[in-house]
């Protein structure tokens, strides 16, 4: 089954975004990140049969949930622009079924239409400005009837000034990276917008918290319907 098209990102337009992943590459995995821990927790919560699927996942990163992911799927394609990352996740997980791919997700992904069931996107799109893209190239990858995950940063942590940020192991400073603020609305309207129907939304507060407390995480449960667009 032919799922790749031969459309690929160059280094050379590599984003800023991209750099700071790439610097924190080295010390992700064991840095504390309360918020990815329960980013991965939503997702192995997620009530979907990925078993004899194909599935995309946006912006993988070091690979912890991509070796979930392929635990239970038919055929993973992983993405990420940070090169170094990708070099953490290849040697994380050795599987036939699983290939990563070096590409900008902000640009026309290099996967055929209609040739996948699932597309997973990961704490990828506060980094992302314009979602019309995201969302129009997961509306065309999908096959009709296709699932769409994200699990964000809550709108309301960055409203609060939050985002993500490491510890640069070269020098010891504290780094931001670049992030834009998405209402919940945007989200949702977006994926109207595109052929979507919202199935589940959650908002994640840390364990024990009151819930007066602000949510972490958001995240949508979509399901493709059809293939048009505005």
């Not at 337009?13 to 927790?41: C, F, L, S, V």
């Not at 997702?43 to 990925?50: G, M, S, T, V, Y």
């Not at 912890?64 to 990708?86: C, G, K, P, Q, Y």
């Amino acid at each position: 089954m032919h799922i790749l098209n031969k459309i690929m990102t160059s280094s050379t337009n590599k984003p800023g975004i991209a750099d700071a992943y790439d610097r924190w590459a080295e010390t992700y995995d064991a840095d504390p990140n309360p918020t990815r821990e329960m980013a991965t927790a939503v997702l192995r919560q997620l009530n979907w049969d990925l078993s004899e699927r194909d599935v995309i996942e946006i912006g993988c990163g070091t690979g912890h949930n991509t070796e979930w992911i392929a635990e239970h799927a038919r055929r993973v394609i992983a993405l990420d622009f940070s090169e170094a990352m990708l070099q953490k996740a290849k040697a994380r997980l050795h599987s036939s079924h699983v290939q990563f791919l070096y590409h900008d997700i902000r640009l026309m992904w290099p996967i055929a239409a209609a040739s996948v069931d699932f597309v997973i996107v990961m704490l990828v799109l506060e980094h992302i400005e314009n979602l019309k893209t995201v969302f129009a190239e997961a509306a065309r990858t999908l096959r009709v009837g296709g699932g769409l995950f994200l699990c964000e940063l809550h709108p309301m942590r960055q409203v609060l000034g939050r985002q993500a940020e490491f510890r640069n192991p070269e020098t010891g400073k504290q780094e931001c990276i670049t992030a834009y603020l998405h209402d919940v609305s945007e989200y949702l309207n977006t994926g109207l917008c595109y052929g979507f129907e919202l199935v589940h939304m959650g908002e994640w507060r840390d364990t024990n918290t009151l819930r007066s407390e602000m949510p972490r995480l958001l995240s949508l449960q979509l399901r493709l319907l059809n293939k048009h667009s505005t």
